[in-house]
């Protein structure tokens, strides 16, 4: 008989929906499966949203006090859906109640909770891991491939940015207009997505940043809409990223281009199926030879069990991104693979936020700052 992970899922808003959907979805995207994913409990604030998650996605049971969450034996794994402040105290009392966990980007919002987060992580023996789910297409694993097999040589620039138009003309931003609950705007929300894209693809730590935000929309939120910043790698490339939620003719745009002294690759979230590889090895005659840049199809093509449905040639989507992240998060747990050789670690992700606190730094003190990271 398969073993039976139970998890709860707790908040039950657009991440708590989407974390549910891919749970209960992979027995139809993974041949084999080894395990059987269980929505077990979902946790909201209110009885009246614990209740209407638990009909609407199929949850056996519904609470609205987190410790009857961590309390609980039957319970697995936790998977934290929360505003960006609740994760540290979520995250710390699941791991000392023996729970897995999954938690979903920023991991934090400040450096002491950074630090007192690594506290408890460092030492613990369950399975934690963060949602970087834009790891997870065949285009970005393919891009990462490519840049280990020194396909693009050394890496001496990119540039990734994210931007949305959501903030254009609003009223209220809830919990991610304010800089206590959220740790810092569109740089925490979409940047943390896009450091971690470059530094995971490249295989290199970020030394160094100039960071330069900005707010539109004073009376509504005191954190930035708007944040550039120039970022040094540790291996002396150089760099920008825009992260935003005021440009206007966006969507989901997460762009990312990396550029080595052999080659070099692009990504964009827009187009999710398609990896742009440039091959600098390629003859330039006669009238241009060979060279340019390749589309590669990445399409659905995920390894086994994951690229039979609907089919390897299907394209694949926003969701199916966090669904193969989910699927490797909870593999590595009924592995007891408590190191996440396959997926994004919950304790390397503290690095990410000494990141993004370095660029805030920076666009206070108006000077470049060292990264100061708590994880060696
Ligand atoms: N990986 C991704 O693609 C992705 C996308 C969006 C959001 N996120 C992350 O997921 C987490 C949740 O974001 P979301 O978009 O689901 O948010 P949301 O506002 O849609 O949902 C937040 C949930 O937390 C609950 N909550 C508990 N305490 C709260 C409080 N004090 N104030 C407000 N809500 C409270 C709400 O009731 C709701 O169920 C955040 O950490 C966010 O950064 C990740």
Redesign the pocket.
């Given at each position: 008989m398969r073993k039976t992970i139970n998890v709860a899922v707790?908040?039950?808003?657009?991440?708590?929906?989407?974390h549910s959907y891919a749970i209960s979805n992979l027995r139809y995207f993974y041949s084999d499966l080894l395990f059987e994913a269980c929505l077990h409990t979902v946790c909201?604030?209110?009885e009246e949203?614990a209740n209407k998650a638990k009909e609407q996605y199929g949850f056996k049971y519904e609470v609205t006090d987190y410790d009857k969450v961590v309390l609980n034996p039957e319970i697995d794994v936790v998977s934290?859906?929360?505003?960006?402040s609740?994760?540290a105290e979520q995250i710390i009392k699941a791991v000392r109640n023996g729970k897995h966990v999954y938690c979903?980007?920023?991991a934090v919002t400040t450096r002491d909770e950074a630090i007192m987060v690594q506290n408890v992580l460092k030492d613990t023996q369950n399975v934690c891991g963060i949602?970087?789910?834009?790891r997870y297409f065949p285009a970005t694993m393919r891009a990462k491939q490519l840049v280990e097999e020194g396909r693009i040589g050394n890496v001496v620039g990119f540039s990734g940015r994210y931007l949305h138009s959501s903030g254009l003309n609003r009223s209220s931003y809830?919990?991610?207009g304010d800089r206590k609950?959220?740790g810092g705007g569109a740089l925490?929300?979409l940047g943390?997505?896009v450091v971690d894209l470059i530094t995971h693809i490249t295989g290199n730590r970020i030394k160094s940043v100039i960071g330069k935000g900005h707010i539109l929309n004073k009376a509504i939120t005191d954190c930035d809409e708007h944040f550039s910043m120039i970022a040094r790698l540790e291996n002396g490339g150089l760099g920008t990223i825009t992260v935003s939620r005021i440009t206007i003719g966006t969507n989901d745009d997460l762009e990312i281009e990396i550029h080595g002294d052999k080659g070099a690759i692009k990504f964009n979230l827009m187009e999710p199926n398609k990896l742009y590889f440039f091959d600098g090895s390629k003859k330039t005659s006669p009238y241009g030879g060979e060279s340019g840049y390749t589309v590669i199809d990445c399409i659905g093509k995920y390894e086994y069990p994951g690229g039979v449905f609907p089919s390897s040639k299907a394209p694949v989507s926003?969701l199916r991104g966090?669904v193969h992240s989910m699927y490797i998060f909870l593999q590595s747990v009924y592995e007891g693979d408590t190191e996440l050789e396959k997926g994004a670690k919950l304790l390397d992700s503290l690095n990410i936020n000494c990141i993004l606190e370095a660029a805030l730094v920076s666009n206070e003190t108006g000077k470049e700052e060292e990264v100061r990271y708590i994880n060696n």
């Open positions: 707790v908040g039950t808003g657009f991440m708590g929906k989407t909201s604030r209110t949203n934290i859906c929360t505003p960006n609740m994760h979903e980007k920023p949602v970087f789910n834009n809830g919990w991610r609950m959220s925490y929300d943390s997505h926003w966090h």
